[in-house]
């Protein structure tokens, strides 16, 4: 009786966890699942589509590969400057940093996706957003990292909600 009693708790428990919270830790270019066919790839971009907001110390562009499928996906996230409000940080060796600029280019936006680069201003703590889509989209974000953090080893924290479906808190930890 005891047992079953334990293992119906312990079922309960991965229940309310799944439910509710989610974390990964993955690897550039790993494939991580979000939740029901929701997915994303977080690679270094080979070109970067920041040319005209200037850096200090060295640029770093991070892309977030999203896949719904042929579902229709809602994300939300905040994202600001300041790594510790933001949603999604950067870790260089004993430092985070927010980041810089962002650019959204989502297919199934149509016309609305002019794929403008936003400058994120350091006096706004956090820019909520909620991202809306189809099938396959992509973030773009720039880093500002100070040359002397540039050669240390990088992790990407993405602290994302799924909204549409299935409403879930999921933190990646991506090693770059």
Do not use: C
């Not at 920041?50 to 110390?57: E, P, Y």
């Amino acid at each position: 009786m005891l047992t079953k009693f334990l293992s119906i708790g312990a079922a309960a428990m991965l229940l309310v966890q799944s439910g509710y919270s989610q974390s990964s830790q993955a690897k550039a270019g790993d494939l991580v699942s979000l939740s029901e066919g929701i997915t994303i790839r977080v690679t270094k971009a080979a070109k970067s589509p920041f040319g005209s907001v200037k850096v200090k110390g060295e640029p770093l562009v991070v892309v977030l590969e999203l896949d719904a499928g042929k579902k229709n996906a809602r994300l939300g996230y905040k994202l600001g400057t300041d790594a510790a409000w933001s949603d999604i940080y950067l870790e260089g060796g004993d430092k985070r940093f927010g980041p810089r600029a962002v650019v959204e280019d989502f297919s199934s936006w149509g016309n609305d996706n002019d794929k403008e680069v936003e400058v994120l201003d350091p006096k706004d703590k956090t820019v909520g957003a909620s991202l809306q889509f189809r099938g396959k989209g992509s973030l773009y974000l720039l880093f500002d990292v100070p040359s002397e953090q540039a050669r240390t080893q990088k992790k990407l924290t993405i602290v994302i909600e799924t909204i549409e479906s299935t409403a879930q808190e999921h933190t990646v930890v991506v090693t770059l």
